[in-house]
T-cell receptor, first 110, second 114 residues
Framework: DAKTTQPNSMESNEEEPVHLPCNHS???????IHWYRQLPSQGPEYVIH???SNVNNRMASLAIAEDRKSSTLILHRATLRDAAVYYC???????????FGKGTKLSVKP | DAGITQSPRHKVTETGTPVTLRCHQT?????MYWYRQDPGHGLRLIHY???????DKGEVSDGYSVSRSKTEDFLLTLESATSSQTSVYFC?????????????FGPGTRLTVT
């Protein structure tokens, strides 16, 4: 399974944009890039996914490098509720399960 | 809201007792997963199901069994609970077998084995 690398932690101020990076230099041509987040004391929550083009939804935007070896999750205006661990995940295990790394713990300061 | 509930949400039990955790979905999804989350390990797959009566083992299946007699319910059983099974258990559902791995998780069950 292709590996992802994320910073352990990041800080942001409330109402400012946040760019969460992920490196995945061994990604295969057919792997989708998924982002999940886990709020404190909750289950993981799907955020967004993409293959080659940048993607937007109501929660976030996903910017994918042209060579697909890295991606960035963009929260346009961080709120206190966005404080969570963010996971960048490629396709997953052979059983269709998600393989979670350590993710990036995002702290949001008021 | 993906329509996934887990019960119980919290449970304390004694070593050696059987425990069953329930995952219920209202979305009619084919694939269901049980994960456990422990500090320092992230989420790990215990068992999964790809249809009624179709289940298979995951990475950390020892000491656990599962059953799926209806599409909407996926049960996880600890036949004889041990302290090493103290964990937070999450159920997840997935609608398709395609390359997009969009899963929706339940709220979790916090299990303590004393």
């Amino acid at each position: 399974d292709a590996k992802t690398t994320q910073p352990n932690s990041m800080e942001s101020n409330e109402e400012e944009p946040v760019h969460l990076p992920c490196n995945h230099s061994t990604i295969s041509g057919t792997d989708y890039i998924h982002w999940y987040r886990q709020l404190p004391s909750q289950g993981p929550e799907y955020v967004i996914h993409g293959l080659t083009s940048n993607v937007n939804n109501r929660m976030a935007s996903l910017a994918i490098a042209e060579d697909r070896k890295s991606s960035t999750l963009i929260l346009h205006r961080a709120t206190l509720r966005d404080a969570a661990v963010y996971y960048c995940i490629l396709r997953g295990g052979s059983q269709g399960n998600l393989i979670f790394g350590k993710g990036t713990k995002l702290s949001v300061k008021p | 809201d993906a329509g996934i509930t887990q019960s119980p949400r919290h449970k304390v039990t004694e070593t050696g007792t059987p425990v069953t955790l329930r995952c219920h979905q209202t979305e009619n999804h084919r694939y269901m997963y049980w994960y456990r989350q422990d500090p320092g390990h992230g989420l790990r797959l215990i068992h999964y199901s790809y249809g009624v009566k179709d289940t298979d083992k995951g990475e950390v299946s020892d000491g656990y069994s599962v059953s799926r007699s209806k599409t909407e319910d996926f049960l996880l059983t600890l036949e004889s609970a041990t302290s090493s099974q103290t964990s937070v258990y999450f159920c997840a559902i997935k609608g398709t077998s395609g390359r997009v791995n969009e899963q929706y998780f339940g709220p979790g069950t916090r299990l303590t084995v004393t």
